[in-house]
């Protein structure tokens, strides 16, 4: 790992204090959340997380720019005050003095528009998994010109990213373009080693990565996929970019991401694949669109270029490629 980059270490330390706040919101305001309009639970921590490191990247480059999931205009709302209070109080815990106008302010910091070099983050992917206290993921990435240049993911709930086992050690794993992969346990009990992806080329022997929310897919085309490549192993299931961590460490070997056939015109946003693609890429995977297609980070807070997403061990990426043509 490039020590001497003061940007990755900015991020690895980042995430790795924001992943553990999580768990500890987790455990005790679970069931505390609002609704966005687009139906999915946003947690106190969504808020918390995206305030804290706008926050920080302010001390840490005042003139880069965040892109953040979360704006605070619910929390305005005279009924949440409570849960802007509470979140507030975390956001305290963490750096004192801050008032609810200034976590207002920090949390929409992230409304930035892209632009040549900003970050993005998702302070908790995999909402649905947090509040049911599976799968979830902190996720940063810093992107110059279009490609992520450094992604770290802190998986609280990911023992062991080789496994794909859930327990209270987590997960870090932090990526830099040329610079590899790499794990270290959240607790920090082990030094940080560089992982892998692995060496399975054939779709019988695949594992395959899928979400535990079936609405985030289409379910008869993903049956169709197993089918026509011969899968045999049961699926890996679990929520969020933690999918990414596991695919990167050896302990899945695919992930599709599909359109849901009632969202044709979706695109995913690029905080949702940021971090996850550059982990994979660095283990020595391979990321695109269901074309083939490189992901384009530089057009705005979609990936407008691109639809859906494959990541694979690269071993895999041509075969399933020719599966995704031949059952559109």
């Known amino acids: 790992m490039n020590l001497s980059n003061l940007d990755l270490l900015f991020a690895i330390g980042a995430v790795r204090r924001l992943a553990r706040l999580a768990r500890t919101i987790q455990a005790s305001t679970i069931s505390e959340s609002l609704t966005k309009a687009d139906r999915s639970p946003v947690t106190i921590a969504d808020f918390a997380i995206q305030a804290l490191l706008s926050n920080a990247l302010a001390n840490h480059a005042p003139n880069d720019v965040l892109v953040g999931e979360e704006n605070s205009g619910a929390l305005r709302d005279a009924e949440a005050a409570p849960m802007l ?4 109080e975390f956001v305290n815990s963490e750096v ?4 609810a106008d200034n976590v207002c302010e920090w949390i929409d910091r992230g409304a930035a528009e892209p632009g040549d ?12 998994g947090f509040l049911r206290n599976a799968q979830y ?20 709930d990911l023992a062991d990213p080789a496994t794909g086992s859930q327990g209270a050690a987590g997960s870090i794993l932090a990526a830099e373009r040329g610079n590899g992969t790499w794990y270290q346990p959240l607790d920090e009990s082990k030094a940080l080693t560089q992982v892998h992806v692995s060496n399975v080329r054939e779709g019988a022997q695949a594992r395959l990565l899928r979400s535990v929310e079936s609405g985030h897919t289409n379910t008869g085309r993903m049956g169709r996929i197993v089918e026509t490549l011969g899968v045999q192993a049961d699926p890996v299931l679990m929520d969020s970019q933690a999918k990414y961590a596991v695919l990167a460490a050896g302990g899945g070997d695919a992930l599709f991401r599909l359109l849901n056939q009632h969202q044709l015109d979706y695109k995913e946003c690029i905080w949702d694949q940021a971090a996850g693609s550059i982990v994979v890429e660095e283990a020595g995977g391979r990321v695109t669109d269901l074309s083939g297609v ?14 859906g997403v494959l990541a694979t061990n690269g071993h895999l990426h041509e075969a399933a490629l020719d599966v995704i043509a031949k059952t559109a």
């Open 85 to 88: 209070a509470r979140i507030t």
């Open 137 to 156: 993921a902190v996720a940063l990435a810093l992107i110059e010109n279009g490609q992520v240049r450094l992604g770290v993911l802190g998986c609280p």
């Open 96 to 99: 004192g003095g801050a008032t």
């Open 294 to 307: 490189e992901l384009d980070f530089g057009q705005g807070r979609t990936l407008a270029k691109n639809t």
């Open 117 to 128: 070099r900003f970050w993005t983050l998702d302070p908790i992917d995999g909402t649905k």
